[in-house]
């Protein structure tokens, strides 16, 4: 995602954000294929929260064809320990050696079919070479050869073959959400549970307990070694709820006997009572006191995602809360649909373990779910911000709303999670922007709203319609499941969150007055080499390049400086003029030759109307090893003459830290990250240039990469400049640049003594900031129909605009 190509030394303020890739790569791993096996004990990444499968490996025999053994052909059989039907086809069983550095994909068989509850599946595998016994008749004949007596085999949610083994080749979340039921017999390094399946030979298979219904996920639990017994389709059905047949722990030598099920009397599940209240399960402390222990809980379904691209689960609440405020009275089960279809408003008793999933206390693996009736919660009211030392804890996995405003204050993984942030009482900005910043207090006022889905990228992006939300747009009465998952707490909303326009785009910039315009703009990577740091493909290119020229338009300015091109000689810079020009008409602007652009991937640059302003001089810079990116400096006057006012277009070391920032360029803590000794070096030395080429009525512009109360500004104020922001621009709409969640100003315009008399205004545009990365110009993950050719997300910094009123001259 090139949003994120911004994360060059030179170029992201903050460093590689990855602010939920962490969580969201496990969330999204479970999603991958839904039930997953839990307990796996190994050294490798193995699942932390499971579903027990529907559909498991009830056998496995590696001996077939060999001295002594029953059978000619190895086999491995699967039962439907569950109560619905499940298909087969897109799955496959892939095998590998018990402590080998083969990988389970370069053993695999397709499968196909569907299997009822109850029903047996035999796989039919390699033949040995001294021919036995006959295998029952097959219902999938494939090659995979098994060791007789250790191994590895994987039930697997796919055809792709998954390119670990759980040993040497450890198996990613992503890898092991795939696997619906894995094997490890012998002296296998990767099984469930404790430990391995036991050993087996020639002339014994591993067994799955209580005829294929036992799963507790611990391989040496489920498993005995005894004769091999192969059941097919064709085997009477033996659902889990009734007596299993034959194998037990030791089954018959006969492979065709198997007694019939006796019936037993069944009994209303409904009838089975809870033996535990849902806050008894949560505790009052962050996890629960019965970790570990089987559970049967009783409540209301509030929030149902169960579907295999959302949680594969639903929340459930208490309608008979304790008294005990310290205590949640909500749960989340692991449960899919294939389990047992819920809805909201029914009443539930769920049958599982209690288990702590990444700080999230659930029931997984969840062995019954019994719908008895139906109940109503009434979401519980919560108002913004928390009490100071305050945490959700006690609203883990409940029911709540919000009814205060709240506004929109990130939405950098809109299109990527369908995650906004909102907070109470308005946007948050960063502490070291302005005075009066409280971190600890916008924390507090902070609310992370998922989306439900562990889709990445998905198709139909949430908050789009009818229009695409905005930075400050608002919303009342947000509703929905707090819950919370690596690290932090958010809301799954259980209702439609409807945003409000409260922050609408304007068209154009507000009005700065003056006879001279002049605008900051940060192109974010214009560059006419495909492939590098801007666009891909030619289509992105021109769509980059239609949004650029949009904007420029809209500013309609003089002069303009401009960061974050292509430091190619005057090919990219040429190219924009040739864009803009095509669009406001041939001549009207012209750029200027930078004489020192220095070494940097990108240079800073500036266009201007001849017909406006005339150059005084020539275009200067510096070849000061202080500055990355060397300025640009110019003088100009009003065509016809008049005063003069100088350029000096910035762009100064990012705050992006690396192995390269030592001493005082490390970050020290301050919120100013890194390299801030170095924007202090290079405000030191701007403020040099000033006075050694004695330039007259300088106006300092560009991305500074500080915010406004940092050092760097400081510094620049102290030696006799004045921020035009700071000057003319509310604090509410004081701000270039969004990141983390917090707005700021990084983009500043900075005029010395004489020339703040001359200036008439200034305003900051908009349209980059407070748009969400879904609109900008690239192709892969954008929703087609989003794109517009407009100045809207053209960037991700805001451009300025500055009005002076300078005597003399013409125009």
């Excluded at 649909?337 to 969840?366: C, H, I, M, Q, Y």
């Excluded at 779910?369 to 945490?391: E, Q």
């Excluded at 003459?641 to 690396?658: A, E, I, M």
Aim: charged share 15%; glycine share 12%; with cysteine.
């Amino acid at each position: 995602m090139r949003a994120l190509s911004r994360a060059f030394p030179d170029d992201h303020p903050g460093g590689r954000d990855t602010r939920r890739g962490a969580r969201r790569g496990v969330v999204a791993a479970l999603a991958a294929a839904g039930l997953l096996t839990a307990g796996i004990t190994v050294a490798s990444p193995a699942p932390a929260s499971a579903e027990p499968g529907a559909v498991v490996i009830s056998q496995v025999y590696g001996g077939g064809g060999n001295a002594g053994a029953p059978y000619t052909n190895d086999y491995v059989e699967l039962f439907n320990r569950g109560t619905a039907a499940i298909s087969l086809d897109g799955w496959s069983l892939q095998y590998t050696s018990a402590t080998g550095t083969g990988q389970f994909g370069s053993q695999k068989q397709d499968l196909s079919g569907s299997l009822a509850p109850g029903q047996y599946h035999l796989v039919q595998l390699s033949a040995g070479s001294t021919p036995s016994g006959t295998l029952p008749s097959a219902d999938t004949v494939g090659t995979l050869s098994l060791s007789a007596t250790a191994g590895k085999v994987a039930l697997v949610r796919s055809t792709t073959g998954l390119a670990c083994n759980g040993g040497s080749s450890p198996c990613t979340p992503e890898q092991t959400a795939q696997i619906a039921d894995l094997v490890g017999y012998g002296t296998a390094n990767y099984f469930e549970g404790t430990a391995a399946a036991p050993g087996l030979s020639n002339s014994t298979a591993a067994v799955r307990a209580g005829g294929g219904c036992a799963d507790t996920d611990d391989n040496a639990a489920d498993f005995a070694a005894g004769t091999p017994a192969p059941r097919n389709t064709a085997t009477p059905p033996a659902p889990c709820g009734a007596a299993s047949p034959s194998p037990s722990a030791t089954p018959s030598a006969s492979p065709s006997a198997s007694p019939t099920p006796s019936p037993t009397p069944s009994t209303d599940p409904c009838d089975v009572p809870a033996n535990r209240q849902i806050a008894e399960v949560q505790g009052s402390g962050a996890a629960s006191p019965l970790a570990g222990q089987t559970v049967r809980v009783e409540g209301v379904v509030t929030g149902d995602f169960q579907a295999t691209n959302q949680l594969s689960g639903f929340y459930f609440q208490d309608p008979t809360p304790d008294a005990d405020p310290a205590t949640s009275d909500g749960l989340f089960a692991f449960a899919r649909a294939t389990l047992k279809d819920v809805k909201v408003g029914d009443r539930v008793l769920v049958t599982g373990r209690v288990t702590e999933f990444n700080g999230l206390t659930e029931l997984s693996p969840v062995t019954a779910v019994d719908v008895c009736g139906t109940g109503t919660i009434t979401p519980k009211a919560y108002d913004l911000p928390r009490a100071d030392g305050a945490t959700f804890e006690p609203y883990e996995n409940v029911l709540v709303t919000f009814p205060e405003p709240l506004t929109v204050t990130d939405h950098y993984n809109l299109g990527r999670y369908g995650e906004v942030t909102v907070s109470a009482g308005g946007r948050l900005f960063q502490p070291t922007d302005r005075p009066g910043v409280n971190a600890a207090l916008d924390a507090r006022r902070s609310l992370l709203i998922d989306d439900g889905s562990n889709t990445e990228n998905p198709a139909t992006i949430p908050y789009t319609t009818p229009q695409v939300v905005r930075l400050g747009d608002t919303a009342v009465d947000v509703t929905g499941v707090l819950t919370y998952g690596f690290g932090e707490y958010l809301l799954e909303p259980t209702k439609q969150v409807a945003f409000l326009r409260t922050n609408p785009r304007l068209p154009a910039p507000l009005p700065v007055g003056g006879n001279v315009r002049v605008a900051s703009l940060n192109t974010l990577n214009w560059f006419t080499t495909l492939g590098s740091r801007g666009a891909n493909t030619a289509e992105e290119q021109q769509r980059q390049l239609k949004k650029i020229v949009a904007t420029l338009k809209g500013l309609n300015a003089d002069v303009v400086g401009l960061m974050e091109v292509e430091n190619n000689g005057q090919t990219a810079v040429n190219a924009l003029v040739d864009a803009l020009n095509a669009e406001v008409g041939a001549g009207t602007y012209a750029a200027l030759t930078h004489p020192y652009p220095g070494t940097d991937a990108i240079h800073v640059a500036a266009i201007y109307k001849p017909a406006k302003l005339t150059p005084v001089g020539e275009t200067r810079s510096s070849a000061d090893p202080v500055f990355r990116r060397p300025p640009l400096i110019q003088t100009f006057r009003r065509a016809g003459g008049g005063q003069p006012f100088t350029l000096l277009v910035n762009h100064f070391k990012s705050k992006g830290c690396d192995e390269e920032a030592t001493g005082g360029d490390t970050d020290q803590g301050d919120g100013q990250s890194c390299y801030n000794a170095e924007r202090v070096r290079q405000a030191k030395a701007v403020l040099g240039l000033i006075d050694s080429m004695d330039l007259p009525n300088p106006l300092v512009i560009g991305d500074l990469n500080a915010y406004g109360e940092e050092d760097p500004i400081h510094t620049l104020e102290t030696g006799g400049l004045t921020s035009l922001s700071k000057r003319f621009v509310p604090a509410a709409q004081r701000y270039s640049y969004l990141f983390d969640g917090l707005s700021g100003e990084l983009d500043h315009a900075m005029a010395g003594k004489q020339l703040v008399k001359r200036v008439t205004g200034a305003t900051i545009w908009h349209v980059n900031a407070d748009e969400p990365r879904i609109l900008d110009y690239n192709l892969e993950y954008n929703p087609p129909s989003l794109y517009r050719p407009d100045a809207f997300r053209s960037s991700d910094h805001d451009p300025l605009l500055i009005g002076l009123n300078l005597p003399g001259g013409k125009g």
